[in-house]
């Protein structure tokens, strides 16, 4: 296989590995409120949703996908600290229960009477399930409902553009736009999940080569499949957020959960709603599986010590998991859009940094600390 189809197969792997629950949600919501400014918004979103999370890739990539010694730039303490953080937002605390209630939002579509608790009970088991089957759910659910998720994505993009409706008036400014639309990428939070998944695309990105393969052919291989799969999630955010800004005045009064039914409705009608919100929460199950599975790892291994069982580990998880999914999608965003503000920035220095203290031999740890104090500062006055 030559190496520029080598490339594409890991540019489709990186894309696949991102795009995930709030990929399919915070795009739309950025265009409903941009309207006549979403091409600012867009510029933020893509800024922040999809070149952020592929510098940290590589700046992770110039360490081999290892965490330890990325994060020990800044000292052992604060790096242990800083992962734990990190670690609850994309699970139990943040990420993960946002998996449920996005996934909540398509059912509620269809099921007006169902309620967010049961739900939740219901989800829950099935990652539990899953997670002691994940080696035969995963694959069903990422070799073939993802890619029916993303084809059906793709008819109602091409859809949608063909339907006249015009995105209405706003007083937003531009850069108001603009910086709401950054705001909207640190929701993804891609760059925090870059850390945790880059061992796995990096592993991929080496079994594309020869084993006796340089540093440099892997960094080379890597930038080439990074450029390919930012442009396929830049293009799909791109066609996401016009489409939010043209059927803006469906999507008022609507939880954001549930931008992504709605405008399936709009295009393609009330029978390929089911299709969209059940393949929807497979696609969740899949990101949330992995989730959960990295905290309890950590409660296994880095806080207890192998002291509490791996599945108990999982239980705890999965405890945590359910009773922050009852504050809802909306709910759950909302806090974390105001810790992600303060966090991205600093997280992005310390991706930069990293990547000159290869290059440079720059030693940086305070630009880190700086940035977030900065930040931290803005917030309080």
């Not at 919501?29 to 952020?52: E, P, R, W």
């Not at 108001?176 to 909207?184: C, E, N, P, V, Y």
Request: proline share 3%; with cysteine.
């Amino acid at each position: 296989m030559r190496l520029k189809n080598k490339a594409f197969i890991a540019g489709f792997a990186m894309f696949s590995m991102f795009f995930g629950a709030g990929n399919l949600i915070f795009p739309f919501a950025t265009g409903k409120c941009a309207l006549g400014q979403y091409g600012f918004s867009m510029m933020g979103l893509l800024l922040t949703g999809v070149i952020v999370p592929f510098l940290g890739l590589y700046s992770m990539i110039l360490y081999n996908g290892n965490r330890e010694k990325y994060f020990e730039t800044l000292g052992r303490i604060p790096a242990f600290v800083l992962v734990a953080i990190i670690l609850c937002l994309i699970g139990p605390f943040g990420a993960a229960p946002r998996c449920i209630g996005a996934s909540y939002g398509g059912f509620h579509a269809m099921f007006p009477g169902l309620s967010l608790f049961w739900f939740s009970v219901i989800f829950c088991i099935c990652v539990g399930w899953a997670l002691w089957n994940r080696h035969r759910v995963v694959e069903i659910i990422g070799s073939y409902l993802t890619p029916l998720l993303l084809t059906t994505l793709v008819v109602i993009l091409f859809v949608g553009f063909l339907a006249d409706h015009p995105a209405g008036a706003t007083d937003m400014s531009a850069w108001s736009a603009f910086t709401m639309g950054l705001s909207k990428g640190y929701n993804t939070m891609d760059l925090l999940a870059t850390f945790f998944f880059s061992v796995t695309i990096i592993q991929y990105i080496r079994s594309c080569l020869p084993q006796d393969a340089t540093i440099k052919e892997v960094s080379i291989l890597s930038i080439i499949a990074s450029v390919m799969g930012a442009t396929m999630l830049g293009l799909i955010y791109v066609g996401f957020v016009s489409l939010g800004a043209k059927y803006a005045p469906q999507l008022e009064g609507v939880e954001e959960a549930q931008y992504l039914i709605i405008i399936t409705q709009q295009t393609l009608g009330n029978f390929a709603i089911p299709l969209v919100a059940i393949t929807f929460a497979l696609a969740c199950l899949t990101t949330i599986i992995v989730l959960i599975g990295l905290f309890a790892d950590f409660i296994h291994h880095e806080i207890s010590g192998g002291r509490i069982s791996q599945k108990m580990a999982t239980i705890i998880t999965l405890l945590i998991t359910f009773l922050m999914a009852q504050f809802g999608f909306s709910g759950i965003s909302n806090v974390l859009g105001s810790i992600l503000t303060v966090a991205y920035p600093a997280l992005i220095a310390l991706a930069i940094m990293n990547i000159l203290q290869k290059w440079f031999k720059i030693h940086h740890f305070y630009v880190f600390y700086i940035v977030l104090a900065a930040k931290l500062l803005t917030l309080c006055f």
